[in-house]
């Protein structure tokens, strides 16, 4: 499977422990996104990569999420101090940017769905 | 990003051809329209994108009037395997500024035999 790929795909954890999930997008894709997603509404944007390049977060992301991508592949978003209100799935989607004003299609993982009790 | 606004559910019976528009009134030039199924415990998959006009694939089409402010999305002759949340994305991808991605919250189409 040449999909995107999420890991775990579960996670149960308790208020204030720290829980990181990991992307492995398509390869070759130079772009990855992650998103957040809670029950009856669509997916909200978290932040994205260009290769390994941050280039934007969502102005209301909490400072205890942070994402990596250190060598432009695989992606790691981790959430610290993790509160009930964070329960939700996390969706990571990669993409191929070729720039040039072409439209950017983004394809999805399966998603990690977290719990925080 | 495009504000878009869709209808919450429809229903429709296996074999019809199911039409689920999506309004975007302040759509940009540069904006692109993407449609997304997405399928309970999954990612939303790819469905068709277009910019104006009517745009084909083997699964669906996507018609979109002149002053781009709606888009259609036309699945033909739905099954029971159909059944899922669509949503409509507007958007220039191409720019940095995703801080209002949004998917909304989708049409919930139900195919019943």
């Known amino acids: 499977d040449t999909g995107v790929s999420q890991n775990p795909r579960h996670k149960i954890t308790k208020r204030g422990q720290n829980v990181t999930f990991r992307c492995d997008p398509i390869s070759e894709h130079n772009r990855l996104y992650w998103y957040r997603q809670t029950l009856g509404q669509g997916p909200e944007f978290l932040t994205y990569?260009?290769?390994?390049?941050?280039?934007?977060k969502s102005r209301l992301l909490s400072d205890r999420f942070s994402a990596e991508r250190p060598k432009g592949s695989f992606s790691t978003l981790e959430i610290q101090r993790t509160e009930q209100g964070d329960s939700a799935m996390y969706l990571c989607?990669?993409?191929?940017?070729?720039?040039?004003?072409?439209?950017?299609?983004?394809?999805f993982g399966p998603g990690t769905r977290l719990t925080v009790l | 990003l495009a504000k878009t606004t869709q209808p919450i559910s429809m229903d429709s019976y296996e074999g019809q051809e199911v039409n689920i528009t999506c309004s975007h009134n302040n759509i940009a030039t540069n904006d692109y329209i993407t449609w997304y199924q997405q399928f309970p415990s999954q990612g939303p998959r790819f469905i068709i994108q277009?910019?104006?006009t009517k745009v084909t694939n083997e699964v669906a089409s996507l018609f979109i009037p002149a002053d781009r402010k709606s888009s259609t999305l036309s699945l033909p002759r739905v099954s029971l395997s159909d059944t899922a949340v669509y949503y409509c994305l507007v958007g220039d991808f191409a720019l940095r500024d995703n801080n209002d991605m949004r998917f909304g919250a989708g049409t919930r189409l139900t195919v019943k035999p």
């Open positions: 990569f260009q290769n390994e390049a941050q280039l934007e």
């Open positions: 989607a990669s993409s191929f940017w070729t720039g040039g004003g072409l439209a950017d299609t983004q394809y």
């Open positions: 277009g910019y104006k």
